[in-house]
């Protein structure tokens, strides 16, 4: 039997569980100055808040990326929802088919994102990305509604709690021009710099594992970083994601002098080909959240040998149901599982940390932003403790919106002139450097 793409006719549902209003808030979230191979991130970075109420009063939280091509496909997708029960979620895909229709801004299979250095860049992936926050949305009002967790509704947790690791960048003390609200990190942008934020993401945190974005500046410079962690945190599991910068030789030199001390080293170049000839090179596992981000581009990699571990993101492969069937396929290929992150707030924070839960075979510790973002529209943030994250079993995601915050965040996403509505890395970067331009692959 095929599913009806034309009519997602709602499936029976007892009526407090169907949908009456749908609420969409988009917010611009402070960013610190960190740098990636694009740029640096803006002042402010926009995320989607979604908010869904059903007959019999229960509430839910999504958030999604807050770009402008984002919030044109949520729009038609909030109206469309009213009036379907939060229990459809296998109906969803094919509503937002349905009702979204294609973004101009998807411009093609080969097409990388811009902003967020997340693979390729279709109309699917989008779509996607913005249903997985209606999603979780659903998720959390279904569980308010049943007085159970968000992981019991995905079949139950097989862990009490759920390990990220530090996520280390090269950054500025300050946003060029002065922009954006100061934070206490300072400045780190040699390994000394790199290592005193390590240790203050162990001591404040408890991280025990610590990924570098790289693709900053030139390999051997990244590499000493590394090396100075090794030293630092020895025997601790290291990673580095130059995000595809590298050419093939280049990924196989870092690999060899660095496949001592690393648990795997993420996208070092760019495309399913460079990193099937990076892969054959050496034993180190190669870890993406680019080259594989699509249901289409599994086969492909997987019988290539081009990864070996998926760095799993519930927002673009379209739901936390989804995330368990990308981790169903990975576990199929003996291929790892772990988790990547944009910047985001507490409520996908939270949303994580749930499928997480139920992923029997998750490899290795999750990435996180979290601890960069000091702003959150919770009332309470999600605190880590041990590195840990302690998976809730309060109804729904157990998170409570804060709304005298997120009105504030509101606020300054309505006041920006639209400069900061959308992700671009390589235009907070001109900001300090006018001539930059996005720089191609291999940069080195
Ligand atoms: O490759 C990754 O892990 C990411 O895409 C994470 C983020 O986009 C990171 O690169 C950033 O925010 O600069
Ligand atoms: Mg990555």
New binding site residues.
Partial sequence: MTADRATPAAPTAPADLVLTEVRLTPVLIADPP?L?TQGV?QPHTPRLIIEVVTAGGATGLGETYGDTEYLELARPLAEAMIGRPVTDLNGLPALAARVCGDSPAATGADAVDAG???GVRTADKLRLSVLSGFEVACLDAWGHATGLPVHALLGGKVRDRVEYSAYL?YRWARHPGGRGEPDDWGAALDPAGIVAQARRFADTYGFTSFKL?GGVYEPAREVAAVRALAAAFPGRPLRL?P?GAWSVPVSLEVAHELRDVLEYL??PASGTARMAEVAAGTDLPLAT??CVTTFDEIAEAFTRGAVQVV?ADHHYWGGLRNTRELAAVCRTFGVGLSM????HLGISLAAMTHVAATVPHLDYAC?T?YPWQREDVLTERLAFRDGHLNVSDAPGLGVTLDRDRLAALHRRWLADDGGQRVRD?AAAMRVADPGWVTPAVPRW
């Fill in positions: 960190l990636n991130h967020g250095l997340r960048f974005k994601d995000n993420e996208d959240n680019m760095l990547h992150s944009n910047t990435d932003h890395d």
